[in-house]
Each structure stands twice: as C-alpha cells, then as structure tokens.
C-alpha cells in the first residue's frame, strides 16, 4: 500500500510541477472563475466546445499543489469527451472524493491519486475546485466558490 501512496503522491506533485493544459485559451466558447476562499486557491477554465465535445480545454491560476495537480488531471480527462460525459465524469469523481474514507471507491485511473484528499475534509475543497468551475462552465455560470 505504501507503493501506491507514494505513486500517487508522484502524480500528484508531477501535475502541480508541470501542470498540462495550463494556459489561456483564446478562442474559448465557455469560461468560469473558481474559487476556495478556505485556502485561497483561484483558476479560471477556459472550455472550447465543437458539436457537443469538449474538444479543448485549459486553465490559469493559482493555489496549492492538490488545486493545481487536480485541475491539471481534470483537464486531460475531459478533453474529447461530450458535456453529458464530462458531467458524469464530475459526479463520479466528486462521489471518490467525498466518500467516507473508510469506505472502497471506484478506481478512476490516474484521478484516484486524489482520493486521499477524503481523509483531509478541508482538503476535498482543493481537489474539487477545478471540477465544479468545470460545471460551472459547463452550464454558463461565470463563476463558482467552494463555499
């Protein structure tokens, strides 16, 4: 187990060190500012949207390592997918992240390195932030907060 852990803790750091997809996108159809008032961390999602996929996706800001590797992993899951696959993809990973941690969750590939967050509350806010500006975009609301 602790192999695993510290595969996660790679990933995670690896994503916040070099971040994918983190840039403005110009030629965005949608855009969202989110924001965790808990810990400060702030980005804004820039969704470009061609025949209802999700064909490119970005985002700017800044907060801690777990917002950053979060955003960062969000945006390559859901690059190529449909808004209506996007949309489930948020609720499973919200239902990861806010299972009690004592409890099995769904093996979501590289996203569940994020999983730990749930043995950290306040944590869960950070892994979430990008995924519900995401919706936000999504469903044209300008911006979004954690709280």
Same mark, same amino acid.
């Given at each position: 187990? +602790?192999?695993?852990?510290?595969?996660?803790?790679? &990933?995670?750091?690896?994503?916040?060190?070099?971040?994918?997809?983190?840039?403005?996108?110009?030629?965005?159809?949608? +855009?969202? =500012?989110?924001?965790?008032?808990?810990?400060?961390?702030?980005? !804004?999602?820039?969704?470009?949207?061609?025949?209802?996929?999700?064909?490119?996706? +970005?985002?700017?800001?800044?907060?801690?390592?777990?917002?950053?590797?979060?955003?960062?992993?969000? !945006?390559?899951?859901?690059?190529?997918?449909?808004?209506?696959?996007?949309?489930?993809?948020?609720?499973?990973?919200?239902?990861?992240?806010?299972?009690?941690? =004592?409890?099995?969750?769904?093996?979501?590939?590289?996203? +569940?390195?994020?999983?730990? &967050?749930?043995?950290?509350?306040?944590? &869960?806010?950070?892994?979430?932030?990008?995924?519900?500006?995401?919706?936000?975009?999504?469903?044209?609301?300008?911006?979004?907060?954690? =709280?």
């Amino acid at each position: 187990m +602790s192999d695993l852990s510290d595969l996660y803790q790679e &990933v995670i750091l690896d994503h916040n060190r070099r971040p994918r997809n983190f840039h403005v996108l110009a030629d965005a159809s949608h +855009s969202a =500012e989110g924001y965790n008032p808990l810990c400060g961390d702030r980005l !804004t999602l820039y969704l470009k949207l061609a025949d209802g996929t999700i064909s490119d996706v +970005s985002f700017e800001g800044a907060g801690c390592a777990i917002s950053k590797a979060s955003a960062s992993m969000m !945006t390559d899951a859901v690059k190529g997918r449909t808004m209506m696959e996007a949309g489930a993809l948020f609720e499973r990973f919200h239902k990861m992240v806010t299972t009690p941690p =004592e409890q099995p969750v769904e093996d979501m590939g590289k996203l +569940s390195s994020l999983a730990g &967050v749930r043995e950290f509350p306040v944590r &869960v806010k950070c892994a979430s932030l990008a995924w519900h500006t995401l919706k936000a975009a999504m469903e044209h609301k300008s911006k979004v907060s954690t =709280e």
